[in-house]
């Protein structure tokens, strides 16, 4: 069965300056065991949260089928790891989650290409491996609620 892993809600943009500098210290409270998701405006306490520039791409998934065994979004900075899902497959779709407090609907818009950070933070080698499964930006459809642990999911 489909779950979600972990969730990321970071008020702070974390991968600032130069690679090789390191990221900034994580804040505390940003891995959570669930988020509120607004329509068109993505993770409710999320640092993309009603940005105009970031409206098609507000709420970020990846799977953990794509990272190595001990890598989570504090690493990769996504807001969704699921596993049991093939996310990278389903740019111009739309994926619906159901944690059990309703559906959440997300229109794939693109892919979620990594970045350089990705050799400092997951491991060198990691930004050219995860080029084609570094994850979907996505835009919610609809408010909702998602939470840590198993999911019905469907794609229309």
Same mark, same amino acid.
């Given at each position: 069965?489909?779950?979600?892993?972990?969730?990321? !809600?970071?008020?702070?943009?974390?991968?600032?300056?130069?690679? !090789?500098?390191?990221?900034?210290?994580?804040?505390?409270?940003?891995?959570?065991?669930?988020?509120r998701?607004?329509?068109?405006?993505?993770?409710?306490?999320?640092?993309?949260?009603?940005?105009?520039?970031?409206?098609?791409?507000?709420?970020?998934?990846?799977?953990?089928?794509?990272l190595? !065994?001990?890598?989570?979004?504090?690493?990769?900075?996504?807001?969704?790891?699921?596993?049991?899902? !093939?996310?990278?497959?389903?740019?111009?779709?739309?994926?619906?989650?159901?944690s059990?407090?309703?559906?959440?609907s997300?229109?794939?818009?693109?892919?979620?290409?990594?970045?350089?950070?990705?050799?400092?933070?997951?491991?060198?080698?990691?930004?050219?491996?995860?080029?084609?499964?570094?994850?979907?930006?996505?835009?919610?459809?609809?408010?909702?609620?998602?939470?840590v642990?198993?999911?019905?999911?469907?794609?229309?």
């Amino acid at each position: 069965m489909p779950e979600i892993v972990e969730l990321l !809600a970071s008020p702070v943009h974390r991968f600032l300056g130069r690679p !090789a500098d390191g990221p900034a210290p994580a804040p505390p409270g940003e891995l959570v065991d669930a988020v509120r998701i607004r329509a068109g405006l993505g993770i409710v306490g999320d640092r993309y949260f009603g940005q105009q520039a970031h409206r098609d791409a507000s709420v970020t998934v990846i799977a953990q089928e794509s990272l190595p !065994a001990d890598i989570g979004l504090a690493e990769v900075r996504r807001n969704i790891l699921t596993a049991g899902i !093939a996310v990278d497959e389903l740019i111009g779709r739309v994926l619906v989650l159901d944690s059990g407090d309703g559906p959440v609907s997300l229109r794939v818009n693109r892919a979620a290409r990594p970045c350089a950070w990705m050799d400092v933070t997951v491991g060198p080698g990691t930004w050219k491996a995860l080029r084609t499964t570094g994850g979907i930006r996505c835009t919610p459809i609809n408010d909702g609620t998602l939470r840590v642990g198993p999911i019905n999911a469907f794609v229309n």
